[in-house]
C-alpha cells in the first residue's frame, strides 16, 4: 500500500455538530479500543462524537445501543469514509483540547476529551446503575495519539501503555477519587484510547516507544498536558452547572 512521505504527513481537524472529525492526511495504521474501528487497522478518519449523558433507546431515532452501527452512519452523513475509527462521550466537544511535541522531526499530536464523574480504580468491583449505557456515559476520557513516526505493533501497544501510565499519573496527582467514593481513580470505566502511526516505510521507524524511548516520553508528556487542560475544563463546566 502506497502512503505518504512522513515529512508530508499532517493531521487538520474540526467540529461540526457535535463531532470532532480528525483528518490524518493519509491512511495511517490504527490500534484502538474504539467501538466502532477498534482493534488493528487502517483508516485515514477519526471521529468523537458528543452523545446525551442519559441517550434515550433506538425508539427515540438516535440508537446508541449499537454504537458501531450509529457512528457509521454518521461518518457517512459527515462524508467520511466508513472504515473510520470512531469513539463516543457525552463530554461537549467544546472542552476537546489538543497538544503537540516535536522533536528532531518526530512529532506526536493528541486530542482529548475529559470526563471524571465516572472515574474508577481498576480492580473495583463492578457497580452497575440500572438504566445506564456505558457507551455514552459522561465522564469518559478518550485520548487520540497520532504521530509520523511508524511504529511496529509491540510499539503501539506500548504507546497505549504509556499514555494509560501518563493519564493514571495525572488523576492521581489531582487526587481525582472513584465515583464509587474510593480515593485513587485510575480512568473511567468506559475510557477509549487510539494510537495512529505511518504505515511501514513512510515514517521513522520505532520498534519500542516505552517510557525510556524518546517516543514514549513525547507520548507521556502530550497524554500529560491534554489531561491538564481537560481537568481544568471539566472542573469548570461543573462549577458553572453546579445546581
Sequence with gaps: MTGVPAER??????????????DLGARMRVLSSAPRGGGL?????????QV????????????????????????ETHGVDSDCVG??????????????????GLWVEGFATVGV?????????????????????????NLILVTNGC????????????????????LRDH?????????????????????????????PWHPYAGTHTEIGSMIGRVVAECLLQGLALAARWAERHRP
Excluded at 9 to 20: A, E, I, P, Y
Excluded at 117 to 141: D, K, L, Q, Y
Excluded at 182 to 194: E, K, N, P, R, S
Design 9 to 22: 504527513v499532517s493531521t487538520r481537524h474540526w467540529v461540526v455538530c457535535d463531532t470532532l472529525i480528525v
Design 41 to 49: 487497522r487502517t483508516t485515514r478518519y477519526i471521529l468523537n462524537h
Design 52 to 75: 446525551p449523558s442519559h441517550p434515550p433507546g433506538a425508539d427515540s431515532g438516535g440508537d446508541w445501543t449499537h454504537p458501531s452501527h450509529y457512528l457509521r452512519r454518521l461518518a
Design 87 to 104: 469513539l463516543m462521550t457525552a463530554v461537549p466537544m467544546t472542552q476537546f483540547v489538543t497538544h503537540r511535541e516535536e522533536q528532531d
Design 117 to 141: 464523574t465516572n472515574a474508577v480504580r481498576a480492580g473495583e468491583p463492578v457497580h452497575r446503575v440500572p438504566g445506564e449505557r456505558s457507551s455514552a456515559s459522561a465522564g469518559t476520557i
Design 151 to 170: 511504529l511496529a505493533v509491540p510499539a503501539m501497544v506500548g504507546a497505549v501503555q504509556v499514555a494509560t501510565e501518563s493519564k493514571t499519573g495525572l
Design 175 to 203: 487526587a481525582v477519587p472513584s465515583w464509587t467514593g474510593l480515593a485513587g481513580a485510575t480512568g473511567t470505566g468506559t475510557d477509549a484510547v487510539v494510537v495512529a502511526s505511518a504505515l511501514r516505510g513512510n515514517g
